[in-house]
């Protein structure tokens, strides 16, 4: 079913229908929801274990309706991986390689500026990089990928690494991550995706990325990135080992940071694939589980502009769902992807703008192309133009 004569609806008015629950504990949480008034840890308790995930979702959407009305964001984007060689073999990861292993690839820089023109025949407009802690790719290396993208593709922003990678590289190059950033900038880096946060209690961290930097590190790194001007995105790992007070932490300590910096444009749950990592005897997370945890994320992220269905990882079908649970955003084409692919998903590599728009349509929502920096973009047959 098409919903061609959707118009966003007043951004003032949203949800209609009078909020019901069959779970008391959910009654003050919606009366703060509707009131606009602030979360609480024990709130956010209470919606990870309220049974009447309906009403959860019914909030999230109130919230997200309130926020965007029926627009919903997608963006026509290329991953790259330039290398699996890392030094961290965590957990969590299907993905890494030790250096030496037969299975571990580096693309030389040529090979990565052809990755990035491969594949796809609509104008991307976002190049997303992350990969491997290399232990011997010096930052060098990365400052003349980057420069060599910007060169061939001057109007694709580039999102490139994540606050792990940077301090990673800081560390090798022995400069500050301050130092390390600039650098990264000044190559033509324009933002940073938000991977490598996976869940911050140290507990869990210890025992699934025991090798990547702790929470402290990486908010910091973060802020860091959000003081020089860049705009990141933040992530959340679930459905391993974490507990909800697990994720509650996680969730209080970004709004924190976003309180200081407003630096944060979209958070990502990001559920656990667990085929091929050590950790594959655990069970992948539900339907209703993804769905929630979209929920909750844009209930308690009340600082956080915009919340990420990320399809690859959910399936486009849960995603859609999600559409509806309060997820604004689809991410995009993608084209290619290795790191969920590894890890036993089944999604396809990449969607096209025609089919993200269908998913986003019937949902009942208006799809909106969107630059990285959520400007909207318009197309022509040869080329796009950014609003600004
Ligand atoms: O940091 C790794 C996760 C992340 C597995 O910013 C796994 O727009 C599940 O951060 N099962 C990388 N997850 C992906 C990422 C991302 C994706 C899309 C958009 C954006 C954005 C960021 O993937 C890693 C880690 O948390 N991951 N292995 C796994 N087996």
Redesign the pocket.
Known sequence: MAHETLKPRDQEAPAAHPFRTYDPRLEPIAAKVLSQQRLSAEDGLALYRSPDVLAVGWLANYVRERMHGDVTYFNVNRHINPTNVCVAACK????GRKKGDPAGYTMALEEAWAAAASGYTEAVTEF?I?GGLHPDLPLAFFLDLIHGLKERFPKVHI?AF?MVEIAYLARRAKLTVEETLIKLRDAGVDSM??????IFAVRVRSIICDHKIDAEEWLETARTAHKLGFKS?A?M?YGHIENDEDRVDHLLKLRALQDETRGFQ?F?P?????EN?PLDHLPVTTGLTDIRQIAVSRLMLDNFPHI?A?W??MTPKIAQIALRFGADDL?GTVIEEK??HD?GAKTPQGLTRKELCRLITEAGRIPVERDTLYRSVTRTEESFTVAV
């Not at 969590?92 to 993905?95: E, M, S, T, W």
């Not at 995706?193 to 996976?198: L, R």
């Not at 990001?270 to 667990?274: I, R």
């Open positions: 969590l990861c299907a993905f997303h992350v999102k994540t995706p938000g991977g490598g946060a996976e995105n992530t790992l979209t990502i990001l559920a656990f694939h667990p990592t990420k990320y690859q990882m991410d790191i969920y890890a």
